[in-house]
T-cell receptor, first 110, second 117 residues
Framework: GENVEQHPSTLSVQEGDSAVIKCTYS??????FPWYKQELGKRPQLIID?????GEKKDQRIAVTLNKTAKHFSLHITETQPEDSAVYFC?????????FGAGTQVVVTP | NAGVTQTPKFQVLKTGQSMTLQCAQD?????MYWYRQDPGMGLRLIYY???????DKGEVPNGYNVSRLNKREFSLRLESAAPSQTSVYFC????????????????FGEGSWLTVV
């Protein structure tokens, strides 16, 4: 099955700074790389995803980059705002059973 | 479009009691899932159904059973609840395409908070 690791587990940033979360995976057949955001007490929701034929995708202040050779992909948040405070999960999809990363708690301080 | 709807939202059970969590989706998705999330933890897959008529175990299936009643509905049953099953349960679904919809966006229900005392 897929081994998925996320780093860091917690991330504290000043408002306006950038945040980067990295997700590593083991299944070389993985071909879909999404990031989910979960606010406190709410359900996880997709914020951005990328497929294996693309190296980078950007949507306003968030971006995802993929390095298939090294088997990792990263979430980038620029100009962070208090509403970016949440837990972020990666969930690479390959041949094995579905598995989410353990999550990264992001705290944006004013 | 309600998306994924799960009931109940909150439930308190005594050890040994049984209960069923209900889930329905109106997005015509093939694949459905049940996850549990413990405080400060990630999402762990309990069971999933790649398509109507099939179910498979996830990471933590012990103590649970599931039924894919039809394409819309996927229920989770606790036969004899234990305090270790205190958790938030999320039902989810994803569309078809690729291998049973595994490559597509997963849509979650609002969660069911279950406490076993």
């Amino acid at each position: 099955g897929e081994n998925v690791e996320q780093h860091p587990s917690t991330l504290s940033v000043q408002e306006g700074d950038s945040a980067v979360i990295k997700c590593t995976y083991s299944d070389s057949a993985s071909n879909y790389f999404p990031w989910y955001k979960q606010e406190l007490g709410k359900r996880p929701q997709l914020i951005i995803d990328i497929r294996s034929n693309v190296g980078e995708k950007k949507d306003q202040r968030i971006a995802v980059t993929l390095n298939k050779t090294a088997k990792h992909f990263s979430l980038h948040i620029t100009e962070t705002q208090p509403e970016d405070s949440a837990v972020y999960f990666c969930a690479p999809r390959g041949r094995g059973k579905l598995q989410f990363g353990a999550g990264t708690q992001v705290v944006v301080t004013p | 479009n309600a998306g994924v709807t799960q009931t109940p939202k909150f439930q308190v059970l005594k050890t040994g009691q049984s209960m069923t969590l209900q889930c329905a989706q109106d997005m015509n998705h093939n694949s459905m899932y049940w996850y549990r999330q413990d405080p400060g933890m990630g999402l762990r897959l309990i069971y999933y159904s790649a398509s109507e008529g099939t179910t498979d175990k996830g990471e933590v299936p012990n103590g649970y059973n599931v039924s894919r009643l039809n394409k819309r509905e996927f229920s989770l049953r606790l036969e004899s609840a234990a305090p270790s099953q205190t958790s938030v349960y999320f039902c989810a679904s994803s569309g078809s395409g690729g291998t049973g919809g595994f490559g597509n966006t997963i849509y979650f229900g609002e969660g069911s908070w279950l406490t076993v005392v």
